[in-house]
């Protein structure tokens, strides 16, 4: 199992990023997937998820609006659209696939959102 982030970068306050994860070893179209993120000093967070199966959606109350969750299962891979940036959205930002009671995570990636 492999996942590998990209899209990060700086943004200015009100732009939009689109976060990639791609992932090896699995389908992600089968399996639970998520987007992290954890900003200096604070503990990780779980920001939006993708139910496998049902493909059901979830979202953190401080992004919901802005932010979706979407898979091509052609490519296996998972991305995080993200609108309306602020910087409270300043993080690294992390792809997991749950699978089988176990989780793997990517390596990240930053965003700075920042005038």
């Known amino acids: 199992v492999q996942l590998v982030e990209s899209g990060g970068g700086l943004v200015q306050p009100g732009g939009s990023l689109r976060l990639s994860c791609a992932a090896s070893?699995?389908?992600?179209?089968?399996?639970?997937m998520s987007w992290y993120r954890q900003a200096p000093g604070k503990e990780r967070e779980s920001v939006a998820a993708k139910n496998g199966i049902d493909g059901r959606t979830s979202y953190a109350d401080s992004v919901k609006g802005r932010y979706t969750i979407s898979r091509d299962n052609a490519k296996n891979t998972v991305y995080l659209q993200m609108n309306n940036l602020n910087s409270e959205d300043t993080a690294v930002y992390y792809c997991k696939a749950e699978l089988y009671g176990t989780n793997y995570w990517g390596q990240g990636t930053q965003v700075t959102v920042s005038s």
């Open positions: 070893g699995f389908p992600v179209s089968s399996y639970r």
